[in-house]
Each structure stands twice: as C-alpha cells, then as structure tokens.
C-alpha cells in the first residue's frame, strides 16, 4: 500500500537555524499538507499546497515558513531562523483531491528539537 | 467557530473487553468526521470515515463509529479490544467554510491489558 514518508524522523537544531523538513507524498496525489504538534497540544494544520502554489495557510505560517515541491516527489517545509517554540512533531500529508470528505494520508512525522 | 473534543486523553481496557472512545464535535457547517490511530513511529492511519452517508460506519480493524446529530458526536467502538489495538487515536472534522478546515482533537491513548 502506498505510503507519505517523511525524513529525517528527528532532526536538531540551534536557535536561529534553518531546517527543511521533507516529505514524500503519495505519487498520485495533488494536494499537500503540513501540520505540526506541539508536545502536549493539538496537531494543527499549517498549510494545503497545489499546483505548485500555496492554496489555504494558517495563521501559524508566518514570513519565517516556506512550502515547495522542487521536484515530481518531494514535498519540503522550511523554517527559517527557528525559535526554540518551533520545537514540535510535523507531519505531512498528502491527498487525491481538496474537499471536506477527502481522505488525507500522513506520514509518520518528523520531530524537530530546536535548542 | 469548529471545534472536536475527545473527552478521554487515556483509556485502558484488557484485551478481550469493549472499547469506547468518545468524540463531540462542534460546527456550524456539515462536517466530515474521520478516526485515525497512530502506532509508535507510524504515521496516521484512517481507521474510518463519515460524510453523510450511513450514519454508522465500520471501518478497520473491527472498528466502527456513528454520527449522531442530535449529540454531536461520533464515538469510536470495537466489540473486542486486542493488543494490537494499543496506540493513539485521533478524532478529526472536516468542513467547507469557504475554505476547508481541518480540525484534530487532542487525542485519546488506548491502553490495552493482558
């Protein structure tokens, strides 16, 4: 069964660093999507990607995020200058289509330490 | 505004007995609602799905889940826990407000007993 995978599965950072998370999705799926959970709280959405373009994006992801899709299988999220609050679990997931009954499949996360 | 709670953050059960996993919803809009578990070091698996079809669903494992309306809720069950089953549990909603929103509940972690 096809799977989203994700790597590093932990990586660790130095405040001010930048990191790229990255991510493979499903090979016939169009839409992409970060999330991330902070130790202790909810999994909350980031940003939905398509068609080589942002298309919905909270208010988490700031100037400091960047998505992009450099090739026909990757996925990556970078974090510009981390703080230590960007410590958290980031999943990725990816979809077949965007509407409200769509299935998202998730990889199993990256945790990223920010010291 | 959108919102899922799961009312349990732990429940333990022994192998062999019910389990119940306990989800209400919030939404102005007509939501979407998907169980996924999460086994250690794996991503998240959709166990079930409901988008306004049957209102009980079954899905993987044994598992099924209904929507019931009037209570908002969607609770998890399986008739018979096994070992396996050990993992955390996730409550999802999803709407179109305009745009699409997905929603986590906190999650519930799933003991099981020999």
């Known amino acids: 069964e096809p799977e989203v995978t994700q790597t590093p599965s932990h990586q660790v950072t130095q405040m001010g660093q930048e990191v790229i998370l990255r991510c493979v999705p499903i090979?016939?799926?169009?839409?992409f999507y970060w999330y991330r959970q902070i130790l202790g709280q909810k999994v909350e959405f980031l940003v939905s990607f398509y068609n080589n373009e942002i298309s919905e994006k909270s208010e988490i992801f700031d100037d400091q995020f960047s998505v992009e899709r450099p090739d026909g299988s990757n996925f990556t999220l970078k974090i510009r200058s981390t703080k230590l609050e960007d410590s958290a679990m980031y999943f990725c997931?990816?979809?077949?289509?965007?509407?409200?009954?769509?299935?998202?499949?998730f990889g199993p996360g990256t945790r990223l330490t920010v010291l | 505004a959108q919102s899922v709670t799961q009312l349990d953050s732990h429940v333990s059960v022994s192998e062999g007995t019910p389990v119940l996993l306990r989800c209400n919803y919030s939404s102005s809009y007509s939501p979407s609602l998907f169980w996924y578990v999460q086994h250690p070091n794996k991503g998240l698996q959709l166990l079930l799905k409901?988008?306004?079809?049957?209102?009980l669903v079954k899905g993987i494992n044994g598992f099924e889940a209904e929507f019931k309306k009037s209570e908002t809720s969607f609770h998890l069950t399986k008739p018979s826990a096994h070992m396996s089953d050990a993992a955390e549990y996730f409550c999802?909603?999803?709407?179109?407000?305009?745009?699409?929103?997905?929603?986590f509940g906190a999650g519930t972690r799933l003991f099981v007993k020999a």
């Open positions: 999802v909603v999803s709407v179109d407000t305009g745009g699409f929103k997905t929603i």
């Open positions: 997931a990816s979809s077949l289509d965007r509407g409200r009954t769509d299935t998202q499949y």
């Open positions: 409901y988008t306004s079809a049957a209102t």
């Open positions: 090979s016939n799926h169009l839409y």
